[in-house]
C-alpha cells in the first residue's frame, strides 16, 4: 500500500529553527509537496521536490531524497505565524496525491 | 478576488438528507478535486475531473457523487447521508492533472447527525 509518514506533532520556539520530516512509500513517484494550513483554513502550497536535493524559499527550505524516500520541510528564524500543520504529499505514477497525516507545529515565544 | 468559493461553511444535517455541497474557481483550471479531512488521517480524495464533461473516483467514493458541467463548477452531491460522513470537504482545483500545486477553497465543515 501507498503511505506518507510524518510525526503528529512537534514545538519549537520562536527565533529558532525547526526540521519536519517525512517518509514515503508509494507506487511511483512524480514529485513531493508541501503545504501549510492553519487551523480552520485551507491548506496553502510551500514547496515542490521532484529532484534530490535542497530547494530553498525564503524561510523555508525542502529536501528530497528519492533513493531513500525522504524529504524534510527547514523552517528557519520561527515565528508565532508559522504555527499550523505542514501537510507532506506525494504524486505517484497515476499522478494522484496522497497525503500524510500533517505535522502540527506549536510555537512557543 | 481570485479563487475558489464553497458553499455553504458549515452545515448540520440529518441522516438520509440528500445535501450538495457547491465549489465555484474562477481561475480557469482544468482539473478539480472533492477532498474530505478528518483529524489524524491525510486528505483523502472523494471525485476528481481533469477537465470539463468528465469525472473520476478517488480513494473515498462511496455515498457521493459529482458532476462536471462546465470548467468552472464542481458540485459534490451526498444522496443519503450517514454520520459517518461528518468530516471537512474541500474543494480545490490545478491547473492540470499531474499539476501538484492545488488551490483550496475554504471548505465546508458538515455533521451529520
Known amino acids: 500500500g501507498q503511505n506518507i509518514d510524518q510525526p503528529t506533532e512537534m514545538t519549537a520556539t520562536e527565533g529558532a529553527i525547526v526540521q519536519i520530516n517525512c517518509t514515503y512509500q508509494?507506487?511511483?513517484?512524480?514529485?513531493l509537496f508541501w503545504y501549510q494550513q492553519h487551523a480552520g483554513e485551507a491548506p496553502t502550497f510551500l514547496s515542490y521536490?521532484?529532484l534530490d536535493g535542497l530547494e530553498e524559499k525564503g524561510r523555508f527550505s525542502s529536501f528530497l531524497s528519492r533513493s531513500k524516500g525522504y524529504s524534510y520541510l527547514l523552517l528557519k528564524e520561527l515565528q508565532m505565524k508559522d504555527s499550523a500543520s505542514y501537510l507532506c504529499?506525494?504524486?505517484?505514477?497515476?499522478?494522484?496525491?496522497?497525503w500524510g497525516a500533517g505535522t502540527k507545529l506549536i510555537i512557543k515565544p | 478576488i481570485a479563487g475558489i468559493t464553497q458553499a455553504p461553511t458549515s452545515q448540520i444535517l440529518a441522516a438520509g438528507r440528500r445535501m450538495t455541497l457547491r465549489c465555484t474557481q474562477d481561475?480557469?483550471?482544468?482539473?478539480m478535486y472533492w477532498y474530505r479531512q478528518d483529524l489524524g488521517l491525510g486528505l483523502r480524495l472523494i471525485h476528481y475531473?481533469?477537465?470539463?464533461?468528465?469525472?473520476g473516483k478517488g480513494e473515498v467514493p462511496d455515498g457521493y457523487s459529482v458532476s462536471r458541467a462546465n470548467t468552472d463548477d464542481f458540485p459534490l452531491t451526498l444522496a443519503s447521508a450517514v454520520p459517518s460522513q461528518t468530516s471537512v470537504y474541500f474543494c480545490?482545483?490545478?491547473?492540470?492533472?499531474?499539476?501538484?500545486?492545488?488551490?483550496f477553497g475554504e471548505g465546508s465543515r458538515l455533521t451529520v447527525l
Open positions: 480545490a482545483s490545478s491547473d492540470s492533472q499531474g499539476a501538484g500545486e492545488l488551490f
Open positions: 504529499a506525494v504524486m505517484d505514477s497515476n499522478y494522484q496525491l496522497i
Open positions: 475531473s481533469n477537465t470539463a464533461g468528465t469525472t
Open positions: 521536490n521532484v
Open positions: 481561475m480557469r483550471h482544468n482539473a
Open positions: 508509494t507506487s511511483g513517484f512524480n514529485g
